[in-house]
């Protein structure tokens, strides 16, 4: 009878363990055909976080549950995956967080990194602000794994960027002085969703290199893709402000990129207002798929499928010899 009921509890313990965070460690499937179809899959995962998951405010429950997910992700893919956990303290409250790495060789062992946050605001759902980020990232890093880019690939998942860019800036603050030299760029990917113009900023410059080559790519495939006109001179023609997670690697002086939708004709021409019609949907209750799909009909899945094909080319294709190391 002893020897039965230890067996039950360790079918418990293992019931239990294999239950992260309210997410299977048996990672959500999808099937393969999706990767075949632009943004595609970056919807699902993006539906998946918002929904199944929901809001995930910085050292939630629901941020937990969305670190298990994009884990698993990972792990299904077959990228080796680690867990940085760090841990910072606002207004006298410790909150412990984590970013999510997965590494891809490739042809050098120079490496590019590709960010995205997790988290989210409690309005809303956070379909926006940043569930389109990390599906795009996902369904990137799907679409890549089994090609030989010419950089390595270190696709990160931050946590707390919504609490003052805490994941983005522990991860840059670990790195070592050799890390940083042989890191040729680092893109970010924030808010794709339902801005009325879709961009890719750079770095001032020569370290520039990224948002030119995106936007060579731009021309030859036609997207619906520019950049940041210039019209508010703090904010440079082609650049952009410091507070997404490019911000901690840029002032370690690596060149960045980042992808947003946005409007920067608007408003007080900074990034901030995103619609004409709505203003400002991040941060608010209207951060949802079916304000969003009212309101914008198509424009989800336009602007998944759009950054998805550029960041799939620029991952293939990017070279930065003209500013080599």
């Known amino acids: 009878m002893k020897k039965k009921l230890a067996l039950i509890l360790i079918a418990l313990m293992v019931s239990v363990l294999g239950f992260v965070g309210g997410v299977s460690a048996q990672s959500v499937t999808y099937h393969p055909s999706l990767a075949h179809k632009d943004g595609a899959m970056a919807y699902e995962h993006m539906k998946y976080l918002a929904y199944e998951i929901g809001p995930r405010v910085a050292g939630s429950e629901n941020e937990q549950k969305a670190k298990a997910y994009i884990k698993g992700q990972f792990e299904r893919m077959g990228f080796t995956t680690e867990v940085q956990e760090f841990s910072?303290?606002?207004?006298?409250?410790t909150?412990?967080?984590?970013?999510?790495?997965?590494?891809?060789?490739?042809?050098?062992?120079k490496q590019v990194i590709v960010?995205?946050?997790?988290?989210?605001?409690?309005?809303?759902?956070?379909?926006?602000?940043?569930a389109s980020g990390?599906?795009?990232?996902?369904?990137?890093?799907?679409?890549?794994?089994?090609?030989?880019?010419p950089y390595s690939i270190v696709f990160i998942a931050f946590g707390a960027e919504e609490a003052g860019l805490q994941g983005s800036n522990y991860?840059?603050?670990?790195m070592t002085k050799a890390e940083i030299e042989y890191t040729v760029g680092m893109i970010n990917l924030d808010s794709l969703a339902v801005g009325d113009q879709m961009y890719v900023y750079g770095s001032p410059g020569d370290d520039g290199f990224i948002r030119d080559q995106a936007l060579k790519i731009v021309d030859k495939k036609k997207l619906n893709v520019e950049t940041n006109p210039g019209l508010n001179p703090t904010y440079p023609a082609g650049t952009t402000g410091d507070w997404s997670d490019h911000a901690p690697f840029k002032r370690a002086g690596i060149p960045i990129g980042y992808l947003e939708s946005t409007n920067w004709e608007i408003g007080d021409m900074d990034g901030y207002t995103q619609t004409v019609k709505h203003r400002g949907v991040w941060h608010t209750q209207n951060d949802t798929i079916e304000f969003i799909e009212q309101e914008f009909p198509g424009r989800?899945?336009?602007?998944?499928s759009t950054f998805s094909v550029l960041l799939t080319d620029l991952l293939k294709f990017m070279?930065?010899?003209?500013?080599?190391k």
């Open 88 to 93: 910072y303290t606002r207004r006298g409250v």
């Open 95 to 109: 909150t412990v967080s984590s970013n999510i790495i997965a590494y891809k060789p490739g042809k050098s062992s």
């Open 115 to 130: 960010g995205a946050h997790y988290d989210s605001v409690a309005a809303g759902r956070g379909v926006d602000d940043n």
């Open 134 to 149: 990390v599906g795009v990232m996902l369904e990137v890093a799907e679409v890549l794994k089994k090609i030989n880019t």
């Open 171 to 174: 991860y840059a603050s670990q």
């Open 300 to 304: 989800i899945q336009e602007h998944l």
């Open 319 to 324: 070279n930065k010899t003209i500013t080599a």
